[in-house]
Structure formats: C-alpha cells, structure tokens
C-alpha cells in the first residue's frame, strides 16, 4: 500500500473525460492514487477506439463509454454513478496533476470548514510551469473581447480586475469563475442543485457551473493552497473550428442569462425566485 492510500486521506472521489488521451489518464491515475489518497476515479470514455479497461486491474478506477456528447455531458454522466457518494468530487481533465497529498488535503479541509463553499479551485500551473491566472470575473462585452485579443500575463490595466490582480493571492478569495480543467466540489449538489449545462459543447461549461453555484447561494473559491498542473492547449487561439465552438458557447451563455450576469445579479434573482407571490 502506497503512502497516500494508507494516510486514510480518501475523503474525495474523481471524474474525468477521455478523448484521445489514453497515456494522460494513465498520469493521472497514477497521481491520483499514488500520491493524492483518492478513493476511486470514474473515466468516462467518449473515444470507442481506446480501451481503458485495463486501468481497474491496478486502481479503484469506473470506466463507463459513451457518444461524445461534450465535456459537461462526461462530467454528468460521471456524477451519475457516484451519485451515492456524499462528500468531495474531483472534476478534472485528464492531463492534469496535483501537487501532492498536502495539497489535496489543504483543499478538502477548507471545504469541511466551510460549509458554504461548493467549489474550491486550485492554483493552476502550465506546461512550462507558470501560473495561469485561471479565475475571473465573470464577462462583460468589454472583458470578454479583451480576453480574446490579450495573453493573461499581458493584459492591460482595464483587463487587472478581471483577472483580480488587484485582490491579495496569499489567501482564499471568493471568484465569481475560474477554468473547469480542475474543481473540487462537493457531490451532493450535483443530486439535483446544479449541472452541467450540456448545450455547452466545449467551452464556457465552466463559466455556467460557476454561475449555477452563485445563483443556488453557495460560493465559488480559489485557494493558494491547492496547487495543481496542466497542460493547457489553447486550441480556440490557434485552430478555427476550436474558435467557432467558443464564439458559439459565449453566444448561448449570454443568451441563457439574457446577457452578462454579475455575481449580485445572480444572488438577486435567486431571492427573488424564492420570495412569496404577493
């Protein structure tokens, strides 16, 4: 027995999506189990051409196949067969890594100290070991152009408060989004509080979820803690058809919220849905 697994740590659970990416979800069971102290991962395998069964003969590890429907569909039907399990969820790509085992913990203590908190999200590095700024505000016209044209590390100064640049990282902060390739949630909320949007092919999946959390009351943070690696491709900078789906999931955002929400305005819509009819 690794040391991870005998620390008794596994308070979490995790899903992640296959496409295309057999030897990532290898890495990341590897990461999982060997040094983070998971209790059982679900690959949910939109690629029929890659066989990943194999994986349960070495780690507690669900492999469940279907059509690729997009990553919130995976996300969903992943949630669905751990739908009995009552505490932490890993949600994540499948090329990424966790620091280590005190990372995770770090993570997952601070969601039992804080009830109220649904989502936990990490310091995110790249493949070249950089930190991304991967929370934010949510969108404006404005931003959402910016963004588009901009690299985060060299954003102008309207775009700092986006990208909270202006707020102190050395502890937690309540974010309005930040990048779906890694969250820690808690799995109860998904039995019927929120899910994912699955309109949402690629892109913006995470923009809503976030929005979701807010609306139900919970809250979204980040933690200078939690540190976990990426390998993030940026394909919607480089390729056509990865720009399309983007433009195409902000549209269907932007049309669902009818416009850019706020954080106040989301919270405000949620009072007011549950007030009494007068």
């Not at 995790?14 to 295309?20: F, I, K, L, S």
């Not at 194999?54 to 196949?65: A, D, F, M, N, T």
């Not at 994540?92 to 770090?106: E, G, I, W």
């Not at 979204?220 to 939690?226: A, C, E, G, L, S």
Request: charged share 25%; aromatic share 10%.
């Amino acid at each position: 027995m690794n040391a991870a697994s005998s620390s008794g740590n596994g308070h979490f659970k995790a899903v992640t999506v296959n496409y295309r990416s057999r030897e990532d979800v290898l890495r990341l069971a590897d990461n999982l189990f060997t040094q983070c102290g998971c209790a059982e991962l679900v690959v949910v395998n939109h690629d029929p051409s890659e066989n990943l069964e194999g994986l349960s003969r070495k780690y507690p590890v669900r492999v469940v196949s279907q059509k690729n429907k997009g990553y919130g569909a995976g996300l969903n039907r992943g949630l669905r067969e751990i739908r009995e399990w009552d505490g932490m969820v890993l949600l994540c790509n499948p090329d990424v890594s966790v620091a280590s085992l005190k990372t995770m913990s770090s993570a997952l203590q601070y969601m039992r100290s804080n009830p109220d908190v649904a989502c936990v999200l990490p310091v995110l590095t790249g493949r070249d070991g950089k930190v991304r700024k991967s929370f934010r505000q949510f969108y404006t016209m404005t931003t959402l152009v910016g963004s588009r044209l901009f690299k985060r590390d060299q954003a102008p100064a309207f775009m700092h408060r986006h990208f909270y640049m202006d707020r102190d990282s050395s502890r937690p902060m309540e974010v309005d989004w930040g990048c779906g390739a890694v969250m820690l949630v808690r799995g109860p909320i998904f039995a019927g509080t929120v899910s994912f949007d699955e309109r949402f092919f690629l892109y913006f999946e995470d923009v809503d979820i976030c929005a979701q959390i807010w609306r139900a009351g919970l809250k979204v943070v980040w933690h200078p803690h939690f540190q976990c690696s990426h390998g993030e491709g940026a394909e919607s900078r480089r390729k056509i058809r990865f720009l399309k789906w983007h433009v195409v999931s902000a549209l269907r955002f932007v049309m669902k919220y009818r416009g850019f929400p706020t954080r106040e305005t989301l919270m405000r819509r949620r009072r007011m849905a549950a007030s009494p009819a007068t």
